[in-house]
Structures are given as structure tokens and as C-alpha cells.
């Protein structure tokens, strides 16, 4: 047995837990070793069994308590810890979000009294859910394996209750019963099956359609304000850029402010399908570019535009894109990101081009789970 392989057979006991880190965890040190710890709160002693390891650091998760601290609360979920989802529901979700604050105010000190926060309701926020289907079992994988926790159809407390397996129609149980992938998303007529089927729905007054396959945020409360704040930043008559637009939806939603928009996305059918809702909501002056954002240069009609919107993937912008928002005549730069580490790292690097941040809100997109979404503005001269 070689060294990981020991460890992963591992429990560590009587462990103290210090500050939260990213990613939910809190951080230890052991034998010489750092270990990330999920489950537990800074102060609590805890046996933890180890679940993944790397040269420099191992990862755990707690499985018994020896001292637990007050603010520890009963979780709600029989699959907590075991589904890999959530990472945050043995503390309150007013503690999660200012864990949140912190941890983001970290990457951004200036900020740390200037966060703005938008938050909504902790649970039954997805509206969208892929089930994994073996053996007639349906549900999440369990952490770190392919075995299915088919408590999680019945239970999962993010996923609207509609898209539990036993809330399903008849219907679309009969349609996806062969299917590995259950992929189910809500729209205005029910439930679609998102990797065949488009999705339609209403952000107030526009009507947006999203093709088999294409990209939607998932929290259904926080749509509607995360848009308002980005067309709080917008004026009227608006110039403007939308990079990684899917199927169109933040400049659809801001048409009031917008005179004229080019919007570029990678995803074929999206493109199609942000020309169609530019069309069935009357938008003229709207176009989309099929364009790999990565790999081909922006286009030269984007370089006068003087506000851009962008809403990258994990990944974040690319040195390029960054570049070439440095040299356009970009001076209002709206950026949505779902990862706090790549939007720092652009960020300083769009600070090099004069952009100055204006405003950082903190959307939680995501409540539980260690993720959230960050709004940032920033303007330049
Ligand atoms: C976070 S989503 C944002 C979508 C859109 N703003 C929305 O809210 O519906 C990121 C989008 O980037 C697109 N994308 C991923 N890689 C890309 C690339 N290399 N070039 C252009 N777009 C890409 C994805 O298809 C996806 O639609």
C-alpha cells in the first residue's frame, strides 16, 4: 500500500479546527501537515477521516466531535457531508454569508467595510438539477465516488421541490426512466429536460428562451436583483459589449438601458437562440457573434463600445481579453463572476489598464455550498 493509499485508511483524532479558509473548509495543521477540514468550525475538536491527499496538503472530513462550539447547529440534511454539495448547513446561513463577506473582503481588503451583499432565501433556490441514474437509484453521487445517494432526489433542500423525483409528472418520469443523466430545469410551462429540450421563461416583462444544452444561472430568487443591480450601473442609450452572453439574458433584461448591443458566446445554438429572443422581444439594434472568446481575437466593431458586460465561466477572463478591454475605448466595465480567485486575478490585471473598481456585491447564488457569485464595477477615465 503506498502512502496515499495509507492515508485515505486514515482517521485523525482529537484534531482542533482553526480559521475558515476558502472552499468551506477550516484549516489545520498536523504531523507537519496542513489538512483542510469540511464540516467542522474554527475552535472544535474533531476526529476527521482523511478523503484526498497531495504532496503538500491532505483533505478530511469531520466524523465524530470531541468539543463542538456553540453556534454548531442541527443539520437539516441526512446527506450532509456525504453528498459533497453543501458546506454549510451545520452553522446559520447568517454566519455562512458573513464567512462569505470575510473570505471575499480577504481577496479585496480596500473593500472589506464596502461589500454590498445580495442574498435570498437558503433553500429550494435551484432551479435546475442534474440526477445521476444507475440501478433504478437516482440522485447526487456521493463525495468522491460514483455510488448514487438516492436520498438526495427525494430530500435535496436547494433544488426547488418540483424537480424531486417523486414530485416529477408521470410524464417526465416515463421520459427520462433509461436516461444516466437526468437533466431538469424549470420553465414557464413546467418542467423541460434541459438537454433536450428548451427552456422558456419571463424575467418580468422579457421573454427569454434557452436552447437544449445552454447555459442559465440557477437561483430562481435572485435573478430579478442580480439583473437590477447590473442595470443599476447602466445609464441610458447604452453602447454596450456583452462577452459570454449565452443566450442573451442580462442585456435582453437591461433593454431599457441599452441603445444598441453585440453580444459573443461560443455555444452555437445559444447564439442562435439570443437572436431569436433579441427578435421576440422587439430588440432591432441587438446582434450576437458566434466566437470562441478563448482563442480569436474581439472583434475590431467591439473596440469603441464604452460599456462591457462580462460573465465568464470558472475560468475567468483571459490575458488577451483582458488586453483587449485595456486598449478598446471601454470605460465602464461591468463584470459578473462565479469564481472569487480568477475575478482577483483579472481584476488586478484590468487595474493596470486604469480601470478602477467602483462598487463589489457579493450575490449568493449558491446558499450552502461554498460558492457565490460577485458583482464587481469598475470604470475608468
Ligand atoms: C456564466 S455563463 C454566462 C451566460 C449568460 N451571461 C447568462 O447569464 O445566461 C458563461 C457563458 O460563457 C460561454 N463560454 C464558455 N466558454 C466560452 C468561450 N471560450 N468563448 C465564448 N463563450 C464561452 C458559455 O457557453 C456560457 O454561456
Not at 418540483?162 to 414530485?167: D, G
Not at 416529477?168 to 418520469?173: A, F, G
Request: with cysteine; proline share 3%.
Amino acid at each position: 500500500m503506498n502512502n496515499e493509499e495509507l492515508a485515505l485508511r486514515m482517521v485523525i483524532e482529537d484534531l482542533e479546527l482553526g480559521k475558515w479558509v476558502q472552499n468551506g473548509f477550516t484549516i489545520s495543521h498536523w504531523d507537519g501537515r496542513t489538512i483542510f477540514v469540511i464540516g467542522g468550525i474554527p475552535g472544535e475538536i474533531v476526529d476527521i477521516k482523511i478523503d484526498k491527499t497531495t504532496k503538500q496538503e491532505w483533505f478530511g472530513t469531520v466524523i465524530r466531535f470531541k468539543q463542538t462550539k456553540s453556534n454548531r447547529i442541527s443539520v437539516d440534511c441526512p446527506s450532509f457531508l456525504s453528498c459533497g454539495g453543501c458546506s454549510y448547513r451545520h452553522i446559520s446561513y447568517q454566519e455562512e454569508l458573513t464567512i462569505k463577506k470575510s473570505l471575499l473582503a480577504d481577496r479585496f481588503p480596500k473593500w472589506k467595510d464596502s461589500l454590498s451583499l445580495i442574498s435570498g432565501s437558503e433553500n429550494h433556490y435551484r432551479n435546475n438539477v442534474q440526477w445521476k441514474q444507475k440501478k433504478k437509484e437516482v440522485g447526487f453521487y456521493k463525495k468522491g465516488s460514483h455510488d448514487i445517494d438516492s436520498r438526495t432526489s427525494q430530500f435535496c433542500l436547494t433544488v426547488d421541490p418540483r424537480l424531486l423525483l417523486s414530485n416529477l409528472s408521470k410524464e417526465i418520469q416515463n421520459k427520462i426512466k433509461h436516461t444516466k443523466d437526468i437533466l431538469l430545469r424549470l420553465s414557464h410551462s413546467g418542467i423541460s429536460i434541459y438537454d433536450r429540450e428548451e427552456t422558456e421563461f419571463f424575467l418580468k416583462e422579457t421573454i427569454i428562451r434557452i436552447p437544449k444544452g445552454g447555459f442559465s444561472q440557477i437561483n430562481q430568487f435572485l435573478l430579478i436583483p442580480w439583473l437590477d443591480k447590473i442595470c443599476s450601473y447602466l445609464s441610458t442609450n447604452e453602447m454596450v459589449a456583452e462577452l459570454f452572453c449565452g443566450s442573451g439574458m442580462i442585456g435582453l433584461y437591461a433593454q431599457k438601458h441599452i441603445e444598441k448591443l453585440i453580444g459573443l458566446e461560443s455555444h452555437p445554438l445559444s447564439i442562435k437562440f439570443a437572436n431569436l429572443n433579441a427578435s421576440a422581444n422587439n430588440l432591432k439594434q441587438y446582434s450576437y457573434i458566434c466566437t470562441n472568446l478563448y482563442k480569436d481575437p474581439i472583434p475590431v466593431s467591439l473596440m469603441k463600445v464604452s460599456t462591457w458586460i462580462v460573465n465568464p465561466p470558472r475560468s475567468g477572463l483571459s490575458k488577451d481579453i483582458n488586453a483587449s478591454i485595456g486598449k478598446s475605448q471601454c470605460k465602464k466595465l461591468i463584470y459578473s463572476s462565479c469564481n472569487a480567485a480568477t475575478l482577483q486575478r483579472d481584476l488586478i490585471e484590468l487595474e493596470t489598464f486604469g480601470f478602477q473598481i467602483e462598487d463589489l456585491v457579493l450575490v449568493d447564488f449558491f446558499p450552502r455550498t461554498h460558492h457565490f457569485e460577485v458583482l464587481a464595477l469598475l470604470v475608468r477615465d
